[in-house]
Nanobody
């Protein structure tokens, strides 16, 4: 079992920045992928950023250049730095962990961007 807990969400004005953190605990194995998804009201959950334990990162086009994912493997932490936020970035942001096909999710943290 792996437990995930996000922190750092909140309310910010458009153009502002927020930093999210995710603490993982439990049976952390390698290789693994960790990252962030988000879900806005009435929309499907979508990938925001992924970091692999082997070193690669992945972003969808709509966050490239604005969001940066990083990880501290020694502390089992994943971070998401979000800059130039837009109202359409408003969503619940979920941390996830995936190893050998087993996926775990955090409870989520709300990010609200006002116009």
């Amino acid at each position: 079992q792996v437990q995930l807990l996000e922190s750092g969400g909140g309310l910010v004005q458009a153009g502002g920045s927020l930093s999210l953190s995710c603490a993982a605990s439990g049976r952390i194995e390698s290789p693994n992928a960790m990252g962030w998804y988000r879900q806005a009201p009435g929309k499907q959950r979508e990938l925001v950023a992924t970091t692999h334990s082997l070193g690669s990162t992945t972003y969808p086009d709509f966050v490239k250049g604005r969001f940066t994912i990083s990880r501290d493997s020694a502390k089992n932490m994943v971070y998401l730095q979000m800059n130039s936020l837009k109202p359409e970035d408003t969503a619940i942001y979920y941390c996830y962990y995936n190893s050998r096909g087993l996926v775990y999710w955090g409870p989520g943290t709300q990010v609200t961007v006002s116009s």
